[in-house]
C-alpha cells in the first residue's frame, strides 16, 4: 500500500481549538494594512487578516483542511492548509491554545510589579473622574490652566529663588509622586469613560527605574481613537493636578508646592517622549495606527538613508510613513534637548548650593537644614540622570526590537 502524500497528510491533521478567552478585534492601521489585534491573558498580538481568520476557523476543532476552507470563505481568498498549519504551530501563538506555564506578563519590561490600589477600590473615584472626559470638559482644563500657569511663571519669576529645607523636599517629593498616582487615574478613568476593562495601579521597576502603572490592558481592544485617549488620559488628570497645585502657590506662595509644580513638569514632559515605551510611545502609534512603532521608525529611516545614497531598487518611503519620522525623531530631539538644559542646570545649580551650605552655614541648625535638602535633591537628579542615560541606550540599542506584550 502506498504511503499517502505530504500534502494529504496535513490536510487530515486535527487541528487545536482556539481558547475559548482568545479576543479578536480590528486593530485600525493608518496605512489601510488592516490587521487585527489578539488578546489573551493580558497579552495582545498585531496580526494580518489570514493570520486573524485562521485563529477564528480554529475555535471548534477539526481537520487543517476544514479549517482553511472556514477561513478562506471568511477572507474571500483560498488559504492553504500549509499556510493553516504554520500560523497554529508557530510557538509565539501557542498561548492562544494552551495554558502557558510561564506568567502572562513574563514579557512585560515592568518587573517587581506590586498592586497597590484594586479596581474594586477605585471604581467610586473613577465613576466621577471618568466624567472629565468630555469635549467641553477638556476646553474648560486647558483654558483654565494656561491661565494658572501664566499667573504662577509671573509670580515665580518676579521673586527671588529660595532654597528648600530638607523637609521643604520631602514635601515637594510627596507632592510629586501624588501626582504620579493622579496620573495614573487617568488612564483608568478613560477606560471607565470607554467601558474597557482594566485593573488598578501599582509599582515595580521599568527595567532600571522605578515607576507607577496602571493596569489598563483592555485598552488594546478599543477603537485606535480611543486607545489614543486612554493613552493621553493620564497627562489630561495630572494637567488638572498641576491646575491644582497652582491654585495653592497662588494663595500661599508656599516654595515647596512651586518645587512640586517644576518636577511634576519635567515628569510629564519625560513620559510624552517617544523613545522609551512610555505614554508618548503609545500616543504616537495608537494615533498614528502603526503597529511596533520604533520597528517602522528603524525602517523608515534605513530606507530613507538607503534613498538618499541612491541604492538600486531603493525608494522614498511613502508621505504618511515620512511624516510619522519626522515627528517622532523632531519629538525625540527635543526631548533630549529638554532633558540637557533642565536636568544639567538643575545639577549644577543643587550643587552649588550643597557646597555653599557645607563650607558656609553647615554650623548652624538652619544651615544644616538647607545643605541636606540640596544634597538629597542633587543625589535625587544624579540617580536620575544615570537611570535616564541606561533607558535611552536600551531603547536606542534595541530599537526596532520590540513588541508590546503587556
Not at 510611545?281 to 517602522?296: E, I, Q, V
Not at 523632531?330 to 544639567?344: P, R
Not at 548652624?364 to 535625587?380: D, M, N, Q, V, Y
Request: hydrophobic share 50%; aromatic share 8%.
Amino acid at each position: 500500500m502506498a504511503a499517502p502524500a505530504t500534502s494529504d497528510v496535513i490536510v487530515e491533521t486535527i487541528t487545536p481549538r482556539l481558547r475559548a478567552d482568545v479576543l479578536l478585534r480590528p486593530f485600525q492601521a493608518f496605512d489601510g494594512d488592516d490587521r487585527f489585534i489578539v488578546a489573551v491573558d493580558n497579552r495582545h498580538f498585531v496580526v494580518s487578516p489570514a493570520v486573524a481568520a485562521v485563529l477564528e476557523a480554529s475555535r471548534t476543532q477539526s481537520t487543517l483542511g476544514a479549517l482553511a476552507e472556514r477561513a478562506s470563505l471568511r477572507l474571500g481568498f483560498t488559504v492553504s492548509p500549509d499556510l493553516a498549519s504554520r500560523v497554529l504551530s508557530e510557538q509565539l501563538l501557542s498561548v492562544l491554545f494552551h495554558a502557558s506555564e510561564q506568567r502572562a506578563d513574563a514579557a512585560c519590561p515592568v518587573r517587581m510589579r506590586q498592586c497597590l490600589v484594586g479596581a474594586r477600590t477605585l471604581r467610586p473615584l473613577l465613576a466621577v473622574a471618568s466624567k472629565l472626559f468630555t469635549v467641553p470638559a477638556a476646553v474648560v482644563l486647558m483654558v483654565s490652566l494656561g491661565v494658572i500657569e501664566a499667573l504662577v511663571a509671573q509670580r515665580a519669576f518676579g521673586s527671588a529663588p529660595e532654597s528648600l529645607l530638607g523637609s521643604q523636599v520631602i514635601c515637594a517629593a510627596g507632592l510629586t509622586l501624588l501626582g504620579a498616582f493622579v496620573h495614573e487615574l487617568g488612564h483608568l478613568a478613560a477606560c471607565t469613560r470607554f467601558q474597557a476593562t482594566h485593573g488598578g495601579i501599582g509599582v515595580g521597576i521599568y527595567w532600571c527605574m522605578p515607576v507607577v502603572y496602571a493596569e489598563v490592558n483592555g485598552a488594546w481592544m478599543l477603537p485606535r481613537m480611543q486607545r489614543a485617549v486612554v493613552d493621553a488620559g493620564g497627562l489630561y488628570l495630572q494637567c488638572l493636578y498641576v491646575a491644582a497645585l497652582g491654585v495653592a502657590y497662588l494663595a500661599t506662595g508656599t516654595p515647596f508646592v512651586l518645587e512640586a509644580i517644576v518636577w511634576s513638569h519635567v515628569l510629564m514632559l519625560h513620559t510624552l517622549n517617544p523613545v522609551l515605551k512610555y505614554d508618548g510611545y503609545w500616543l504616537l502609534t495608537d494615533a498614528s495606527g502603526t503597529a511596533n512603532l520604533h520597528g517602522r521608525i528603524s525602517k523608515t529611516a534605513q530606507q530613507v538613508l538607503h534613498a538618499i545614497g541612491r541604492t538600486p531598487g531603493i525608494t522614498w518611503p511613502g508621505a504618511q510613513h515620512l511624516a510619522l519620522l519626522t515627528a517622532f525623531s523632531g519629538i525625540a530631539m527635543v526631548y533630549v534637548a529638554y532633558v540637557l538644559t533642565v536636568l544639567g542646570g538643575a545639577i549644577g545649580r543643587c550643587a552649588s548650593q550643597a557646597l555653599y551650605f557645607w563650607t558656609t552655614h553647615a554650623e548652624t541648625r538652619a544651615g544644616a537644614w538647607h545643605a541636606i535638602g540640596e544634597s538629597a535633591l542633587l543625589g535625587l537628579l544624579l540617580v536620575a540622570a544615570a537611570l535616564l542615560a541606561v533607558l535611552l541606550a536600551r531603547s536606542l540599542t534595541h530599537l526596532g526590537k520590540e513588541s508590546r506584550a503587556c
